[in-house]
């Protein structure tokens, strides 16, 4: 069962602009992660949003849960050619024993 | 500082034929995990161990075996690959199993069932 749905499924960009990722979820929630990937390699951990949490920002990257939305976003402002990788949300949901539900991913371009 | 470390990184095999993937962590963490990658898909998790001594399904479990053999090992075994079981595996750590917690990721075993 998919829980976290990211949109959109690819994104290319100018390097130097800012790239907006989604993500939708269906069931309440205590969490919400997100993970970079980059190409052949293992998931690295960027941000966790509490629910009570509305706005998180970690260096360049900002982002919002809205839980009556049941959605959040991922901003990555200023691109860079090194920002070129999946990016997936990973949320709980209450009654998920404890288990982390990924989304299958935005595959982000940056174009030099 | 290794992290997650999984071997092999690719490997092919027979319909039928069995494997063991191996995981280790050097960051003495309680909680490990077992994913599977699929192209269009999420992680989805197969087994998972909160604890040493203790291993749990997740959600993809059949055809798979797990073995916590100590606080830092976690094995994946395919006892009769099958061809739906071609994908990319991670295994994964955290301090604990909640889902506050930051998983930390193997490089991932790239495997083909053919």
């Known amino acids: 069962s998919q829980q976290g749905e990211e949109d959109p499924q690819a994104l290319s960009i100018q390097e130097g602009e800012n790239a907006t990722m989604n993500c939708s979820y269906k069931t309440s929630i205590n969490n919400l992660q997100w993970y970079r990937q980059n190409s052949g390699r293992g998931l690295v951990h960027l941000i966790l949003?509490?629910?009570n949490e509305r706005e998180k920002h970690s260096g360049r990257l900002r982002v919002t849960l809205d839980t009556s939305k049941k959605s959040s976003s991922l901003l990555i402002t200023a691109s860079r050619a090194a920002d070129t990788a999946s990016y997936f949300c990973a949320t709980d949901a209450l009654d998920s024993n404890y288990q982390l539900i990924w989304g299958a991913g935005t595959k982000l371009i940056i174009k030099p | 500082n290794a992290g997650v470390t999984q071997t092999p990184k690719f490997q092919v095999l027979k319909t039928g034929q069995s494997m063991t993937l191996q995981c280790a962590q050097d960051m003495n963490h309680n909680s490990m995990y077992w994913y599977r990658q699929d192209p269009g898909m999420g992680l989805r998790l197969i087994y998972y161990s909160a604890s040493e001594g203790t291993t749990d399904k997740g959600e993809v479990p059949n055809g798979y075996n797990v073995s916590r053999l100590n606080k830092r090992e976690f094995s994946l075994r395919l006892e009769s690959a099958a061809p739906s079981q071609t994908s990319v595996y991670f295994c994964a750590s955290s301090e604990s199993t909640g889902t506050d917690t930051e998983a930390f990721f193997g490089q991932g075993t790239r495997l083909t069932v053919v």
């Open positions: 949003i509490r629910s």
